[in-house]
């Protein structure tokens, strides 16, 4: 029964660490995804960049939408992109505690001469 018990316990524990580092895992690879788009965006203008973006992230299953994604570019195709959004730690159901995340890449165009 004893090892029943703590079996349990480190099962929970396992799916409790899951889900409080879920999130933050989530914003790293969305940093790079981002990232790729601040690129992507040096060569394409920002309404392209915008809707490259935005499909990528919403395939990615992200729960970004267009007022939250704010992107600038500037003459020298300097691009920085800038995400907002809210995502929460929950166990079994019950939210835990609310984050509010913000992802920030930036990316220069870069000429290459031969």
């Not at 660490?17 to 992507?40: F, N, Q, T």
């Not at 309404?47 to 970004?64: C, M």
């Amino acid at each position: 029964m004893k090892k029943l018990f703590l079996t349990a316990l480190v099962i929970a524990a396992v799916i409790a660490v899951g889900s409080a580092v879920r999130p933050y895992w989530d914003k790293y690879w969305m940093g790079k995804d981002i990232e790729a788009g601040a690129v992507y965006g040096t060569k394409n203008r920002v309404d392209r960049t915008r809707d490259f973006l935005l499909k990528k992230l919403q395939e990615q299953g992200y729960p970004i939408e267009e007022q939250n994604l704010f992107i600038e570019k500037d003459d020298k195709n300097t691009v920085t992109v800038t995400v907002h959004y809210s995502d929460k730690i929950s166990i079994f159901g019950k939210e835990l505690k609310k984050l509010d995340f913000t992802v920030t890449a930036t990316a220069r165009e870069v000429k290459a001469y031969f």
